[in-house]
C-alpha cells in the first residue's frame, strides 16, 4: 500500500532535515534531536548496495561530523565517556584488519565506514548533554514522539492489514499460510525487530519530569499499555521475556508508585493472558519452544565451532553468509520449493558478533554494553542517581535478553536506541546537581 514511498521517503527525510537546520541552526542540538523525533526514518536506503547501501542516518551523521567538525574533535579530558572512545578505536582496528585478512577483504574499508555513522551520533549526544544539563530531558521527549509515531503506525496496520507497510515485501515470519496467524511488524521489514524495538522502548513512557501535569502523566502510561500490546502483536517470544526480566529490574530499582503500578500490571497481564493466549501469535507459538530450541542450539552450535576456529580476528563483519555458502551449506531454511535462504546470522546476536569480530571484538562489543550497566546500578545504589534511572536500565537489560535470539542492531533504529539508552545512563544528572537545578 505504501511501498512506493520507500523509494521517497528517503528525499523527504533528508529534505526535513535540512529544512530543520535552516529554521533551528547548524548546531548538534538540532541534529540530534532530528535524529531522535524522526527515527523511524533513520533506517531508509539513500544509495543502492552497489554504493555502499548508505542510509538516511548515516548521511545525517557524516553531514554533522564535516560541518560540525571542531564541536566533533574537541577533547575534554576528565570527561568520563574517554574509556568508549577508546573501545571504540579498538574495534574498529579489530574490524578492519579482521576484515582484510579474511575471505572476503572486498568490502573491509566500507564497514568501517559504516560503523563511524553511530560512534559519531553518540559523541556529539554525549557532548552535547554535558555541555547542556537539560538536553537530556529534551531527548527523552524527542525519543517519546518517535515512539508515538511508530505506536500510531502499528495500530493503523493492525486494523488495515499488513499490506500498510513501507517495504514491497515483509519478512518471512509476518504471515503464517498454514496456520493463518499474522505477526505484526509495524514500521519494521521483520517482526522480532519491531518487538524488540517496542521492547525496549516502552520504559521511557514511563519516565515522567518532576512536577509533569496528570494529563501528560496519563498519555504516558497509556502509550506504555499500547507499547506493550504492540510486543504482543509481534509475536516475539524474546522481546516479551526480555520486557519480562526488564520489568523485573525496574520493580527493584525504581521507586515505590513504580513497584504499585507493576503489580497492577502483573495483574492485567495475567488476566490478558487467560483470554488471548489461545487467540494470540505470541501465547500460540509457547507449545513450539522445545522444538524451536533444538533447531536453534544446532546453529548455534556451528556458529560456535566456526569461533573457535577464527578465535582472535573472526571470519570478518558481515561475512556470515558468505562464510556458510562456502564452508557450511547446511545451514539454510528453504523458504519456497527450491529456493533456499542461507542463514545471516545464527540465531543469536552475541555469536554473531564472535563469529565475525573474533573473541577480542566480542569482548569490546560486551564492555559497551555491561560498563554502562554497571556504572548505573552502582551510582544508583550510591545515591548519585535517582531511581529514575532504573528504567533506562531496565531497557538496557531488556535488549540484553533480546539480543540473545536474533541479531537485530542491523536496524539503524534499534541501534539507536540501544546506544541512545547507554548515553541516557552515561551523562544522568547527578542528585545534587538536579535538586540546585531545580530551585
Given at each position: 500500500m505504501?511501498n512506493?514511498?520507500?523509494?521517497?521517503?528517503?528525499?523527504v527525510?533528508l529534505?526535513?532535515?535540512?529544512v530543520?537546520?535552516?529554521l533551528?541552526?547548524?548546531?548538534?542540538s538540532a541534529?540530534?534531536?532530528?535524529?531522535l523525533t524522526?527515527?523511524?526514518?533513520?533506517?531508509?536506503?539513500?544509495?543502492?548496495?552497489?554504493?555502499?547501501?548508505?542510509k538516511?542516518?548515516?548521511?545525517?551523521?557524516?553531514?554533522?561530523?564535516?560541518?560540525l567538525?571542531?564541536?566533533?574533535i574537541?577533547?575534554?579530558?576528565?570527561?568520563?565517556?574517554?574509556?568508549?572512545?577508546?573501545?571504540?578505536?579498538l574495534?574498529?582496528?579489530?574490524?578492519?584488519?579482521?576484515g582484510?585478512?579474511?575471505?572476503?577483504?572486498?568490502?573491509?574499508?566500507?564497514?568501517?565506514?559504516k560503523?563511524?555513522?553511530?560512534?559519531?551520533?553518540?559523541?556529539?549526544?554525549?557532548?552535547?548533554?554535558?555541555?547542556d544539563?537539560?538536553?537530556?530531558?529534551?531527548?527523552?521527549?524527542?525519543?517519546?514522539i518517535?515512539?508515538?509515531?511508530?505506536?500510531?503506525?502499528l495500530?493503523?496496520q493492525?486494523?488495515?492489514?499488513?499490506k500498510?507497510?513501507?517495504y514491497?515485501e515483509?519478512?518471512?515470519n509476518t504471515?503464517?499460510?498454514?496456520?493463518?496467524?499474522?505477526?505484526?511488524p509495524?514500521i519494521?521489514?521483520?517482526?522480532?525487530?519491531?518487538?524488540?524495538?517496542?521492547?525496549?522502548?516502552s520504559?521511557?513512557?514511563?519516565y515522567?519530569a518532576d512536577?509533569?501535569?496528570?494529563k501528560?502523566?496519563?498519555?504516558?502510561?497509556?502509550?506504555?499499555?499500547?507499547?506493550?500490546?504492540?510486543?504482543?502483536?509481534?509475536?516475539?517470544?524474546?522481546?516479551?521475556?526480555?520486557?519480562?526480566?526488564?520489568l523485573?529490574?525496574?520493580?527493584?530499582?525504581?521507586?515505590?508508585?513504580?513497584?504499585?503500578y507493576g503489580?497492577?500490571?502483573?495483574?492485567?497481564?495475567?488476566?490478558?493472558?487467560?483470554?488471548?493466549?489461545?487467540?494470540t501469535?505470541?501465547?500460540?507459538?509457547?507449545?513450539?519452544?522445545?522444538?524451536?530450541?533444538?533447531?536453534?542450539k544446532?546453529?548455534?552450535q556451528?556458529?560456535?565451532d566456526?569461533?573457535?576456529?577464527h578465535?582472535?580476528?573472526?571470519?570478518?563483519?558481515e561475512?556470515y553468509?558468505?562464510?556458510?555458502?562456502?564452508h557450511?551449506?547446511d545451514?539454510?531454511?528453504?523458504?519456497?520449493?527450491g529456493?533456499?535462504?542461507?542463514?545471516?546470522?545464527?540465531?543469536?546476536?552475541?555469536?554473531?558478533?564472535?563469529?565475525?569480530l573474533?573473541?577480542?571484538?566480542f569482548l569490546?562489543?560486551i564492555?559497551?554494553?555491561?560498563?554502562?550497566?554497571?556504572?548505573?546500578?552502582?551510582?544508583?545504589?550510591k545515591?548519585?542517581?535517582d531511581?529514575r534511572?532504573?528504567l533506562?536500565?531496565a531497557?538496557l537489560?531488556c535488549?540484553?535478553?533480546?539480543?540473545?535470539?536474533?541479531?537485530?542492531?542491523?536496524?539503524?533504529?534499534?541501534?539507536i536506541m540501544v546506544?541512545?539508552?547507554?548515553?541516557?545512563?552515561?551523562?544522568?544528572?547527578v542528585?545534587?546537581?538536579?535538586?540546585?537545578?531545580?530551585n
Amino acid at each position: 500500500m505504501l511501498n512506493n514511498l520507500l523509494y521517497i521517503l528517503p528525499g523527504v527525510t533528508l529534505f526535513l532535515f535540512f529544512v530543520n537546520i535552516y529554521l533551528k541552526g547548524n548546531n548538534v542540538s538540532a541534529c540530534i534531536l532530528f535524529i531522535l523525533t524522526f527515527l523511524p526514518l533513520m533506517d531508509l536506503k539513500v544509495t543502492v548496495e552497489a554504493w555502499g547501501g548508505f542510509k538516511t542516518f548515516d548521511v545525517i551523521c557524516y553531514y554533522c561530523l564535516f560541518f560540525l567538525l571542531k564541536d566533533f574533535i574537541t577533547i575534554d579530558l576528565k570527561n568520563h565517556t574517554n574509556f568508549y572512545f577508546v573501545l571504540f578505536v579498538l574495534l574498529t582496528v579489530i574490524i578492519l584488519i579482521g576484515g582484510l585478512a579474511s575471505e572476503f577483504p572486498q568490502h573491509a574499508y566500507l564497514n568501517v565506514l559504516k560503523i563511524f555513522p553511530i560512534f559519531i551520533f553518540a559523541r556529539f549526544y554525549v557532548k552535547e548533554c554535558f555541555i547542556d544539563p537539560s538536553f537530556l530531558r529534551k531527548t527523552i521527549n524527542s525519543l517519546k514522539i518517535s515512539y508515538a509515531l511508530a505506536l500510531g503506525f502499528l495500530l493503523i496496520q493492525w486494523v488495515v492489514g499488513l499490506k500498510f507497510t513501507f517495504y514491497p515485501e515483509l519478512g518471512p515470519n509476518t504471515f503464517d499460510a498454514v496456520t493463518g496467524a499474522v505477526r505484526y511488524p509495524g514500521i519494521f521489514y521483520d517482526s522480532q525487530a519491531s518487538g524488540q524495538f517496542l521492547a525496549m522502548g516502552s520504559f521511557i513512557f514511563l519516565y515522567n519530569a518532576d512536577g509533569a501535569s496528570k494529563k501528560m502523566l496519563a498519555l504516558n502510561y497509556i502509550a506504555f499499555f499500547i507499547a506493550v500490546t504492540g510486543i504482543v502483536l509481534a509475536g516475539s517470544r524474546a522481546a516479551f521475556g526480555g520486557f519480562a526480566i526488564g520489568l523485573m529490574v525496574m520493580f527493584f530499582m525504581t521507586a515505590r508508585q513504580y513497584r504499585v503500578y507493576g503489580l497492577v500490571l502483573i495483574i492485567l497481564s495475567g488476566l490478558t493472558y487467560s483470554l488471548v493466549s489461545t487467540k494470540t501469535v505470541l501465547f500460540a507459538r509457547a507449545g513450539n519452544i522445545s522444538e524451536d530450541y533444538l533447531f536453534r542450539k544446532s546453529i548455534w552450535q556451528k556458529a560456535f565451532d566456526i569461533s573457535k576456529e577464527h578465535p582472535y580476528l573472526g571470519i570478518g563483519a558481515e561475512n556470515y553468509q558468505k562464510y556458510i555458502k562456502r564452508h557450511a551449506q547446511d545451514q539454510y531454511l528453504e523458504v519456497e520449493e527450491g529456493e533456499l535462504l542461507y542463514f545471516d546470522q545464527p540465531e543469536n546476536g552475541y555469536l554473531k558478533v564472535m563469529v565475525e569480530l573474533g573473541f577480542s571484538g566480542f569482548l569490546i562489543f560486551i564492555l559497551f554494553l555491561i560498563v554502562p550497566l554497571i556504572s548505573g546500578v552502582t551510582y544508583n545504589l550510591k545515591g548519585l542517581y535517582d531511581n529514575r534511572v532504573g528504567l533506562f536500565i531496565a531497557a538496557l537489560v531488556c535488549f540484553l535478553v533480546e539480543f540473545n535470539t536474533v541479531y537485530s542492531i542491523w536496524d539503524n533504529r534499534i541501534l539507536i536506541m540501544v546506544v541512545s539508552i547507554i548515553t541516557v545512563i552515561l551523562v544522568y544528572p547527578v542528585k545534587q546537581y538536579s535538586e540546585n537545578n531545580a530551585n
